[in-house]
């Protein structure tokens, strides 16, 4: 576990890097609010990212999580769900409509990973959402704006998170450097999520990619290259 990007007042984004497979849990915060984004896999990192976003500047009151928000619902991303009393819990709807078979595959990955790191989590239940959407939906924190976008090709239910005041785009499992691992059954679906990525950046202005997984991408030309990266994967997979 690691504190990879701290968060201050003029840049308030963190992360925190996961001892599972460079996961990142992802918080932002403004005035007295916080949101978080698939905010991690053991308890302590969820913790420490808590910690992170609830702490004020200069000795002030904590600040309240309003919002959770998970991107889609593989293991990795919907662990911290429940974590943050009070807050309201959005997830694509697709993803929280997801049937009982699915759900217990969901929850057996879950308890295996549990094992091997040896955490007891006995008590975890799938995410209950408070608001669903099926395009996109926005949330307020502080002066943030939180955009959810819809964006099925990773899996059937998977979103991204855009936080337009910070140029700042979390792409769960796209771009995680290359995605090509994570994408399975859904190829057709994955290459056209990258081509909506790619006008999203140029569209929106994205200066920084946050992925789920691995390195953050840093500057234009950083994203762009993150972007060629998966699509010469896919056609080197398709040759």
């Keep these: 576990m690691s504190l990879l990007v701290e968060g201050t007042p003029q840049d308030p984004l963190v992360v925190v890097r996961s001892r599972l497979w460079q996961f990142n849990g992802i918080g932002f915060f403004s ?9 991690g896999i053991d308890p302590t990192e969820i913790a420490l990212l808590t910690e992170r976003v609830t702490t004020a500047h200069r000795d002030g009151p904590p600040r309240r999580v309003t919002h959770v928000l998970v991107t889609h619902s593989h293991h990795d991303h919907i662990r911290g769900w429940s974590r943050f009393e009070g807050a309201e819990v959005i997830l694509p709807r697709v993803a929280a ?25 006995p008590g975890f239940a799938y995410p209950e959402a408070d608001r669903v959407f099926d395009e996109q939906v926005s949330v307020r924190c502080g002066e943030l704006t939180l955009e959810m976008r819809f964006l099925p090709g990773h899996s059937n239910c998977t979103s991204v998170v855009w936080v337009p005041q910070l140029r700042t785009l979390c792409t769960a499992d796209y771009l995680v450097s290359p995605g090509l691992p994570y994408c399975r059954w859904q190829a057709t679906a994955f290459d056209e999520a990258l081509a909506t990525l790619r006008r999203w950046v140029d569209e929106l202005g994205v200066e920084r990619i946050v992925p789920a997984h691995r390195e953050l991408h840093l500057g234009r030309d950083a994203v762009f290259a993150a972007i060629a990266a998966d699509e010469w994967a896919m056609r080197r997979t398709r040759e």
Excluded: C, F, S, T
């Design 31 to 39: 005035g007295d609010e916080a949101v978080v984004v698939d905010p």
């Design 97 to 121: 409509e997801k049937d009982e078979a699915a759900r217990g595959r969901i929850l057996a990955a879950k308890h295996k990973i549990d094992q091997h790191l040896e955490v007891d989590d």
